[in-house]
């Protein structure tokens, strides 16, 4: 009775964070109101959410949620919209990618979380499922890259006026709790 009882129980607490989690794809990222920002211009092909304020993934957080989506059906109002960034010097090819422009909160860690769909190729498919986090500068720009082209691909510049932008160290993200992986 009591094995029964315990696993009763974390079958509840895990229903808590799979709640989290498909709450996380039907729920917009919402950006701060109060306080400093920078900016970040996001593309991809395929999800990308951000979770405010941490190092680490936890979709109860406030203003967590999808800031693009390449996919219709999830929380996307946020693609396509400008802040009237500078250009990069990257060459991204514009088909089948989500882009926005959104302020993120500065001077706090911020954490992404990318998935793909997944693509087959040769027989075998794949996917990219990476969380990562970068502190913002407060008042700078900064373009966030992550694409699925058979293997992860993930960068971080900031767009400084005038000079060459920088590359951004984006450093590995876990979950919050160990409880939301189930």
């Not at 895990?14 to 794809?25: D, P």
């Not at 109101?33 to 395929?46: L, M, P, Q, Y």
């Not at 996307?76 to 993120?104: C, F, H, Y």
Request: hydrophobic share 35%; with cysteine; net charge neutral.
């Amino acid at each position: 009775m009591r094995a029964l009882l315990i696993a009763g129980m974390v079958l509840a607490v895990g229903a808590c964070g799979n709640i989290s989690n498909i709450r996380a794809y039907s729920t917009n990222y919402v950006e701060p109101t109060a306080g400093d920002t920078a900016r970040v211009r996001v593309i991809t092909n395929g999800m990308v959410r951000g979770v405010p304020g941490r190092d680490c993934v936890d979709w109860r957080e406030p203003g967590s949620g999808v800031m693009a989506s390449a996919e219709s059906g999830f929380a996307d109002q946020n693609n396509g919209r400008s802040l009237g960034m500078p250009v990069s010097n990257r060459d991204v090819k514009a088909e089948q990618l989500a882009r926005t422009e959104l302020k993120v909160p500065a001077d706090k860690p911020f954490t992404v979380n990318f998935q793909s769909e997944g693509s087959r190729s040769g027989g075998y498919s794949y996917s990219c499922q990476k969380s990562l986090h970068f502190t913002p500068k407060a008042g700078q720009d900064y373009e966030l890259i992550l694409l699925d082209s058979g293997q992860c691909l993930m960068a971080l510049q900031q767009l400084n006026h005038g000079t060459k932008p920088a590359s951004v160290a984006l450093e590995k993200a876990g979950l919050c709790n160990a409880l939301d992986a189930f």
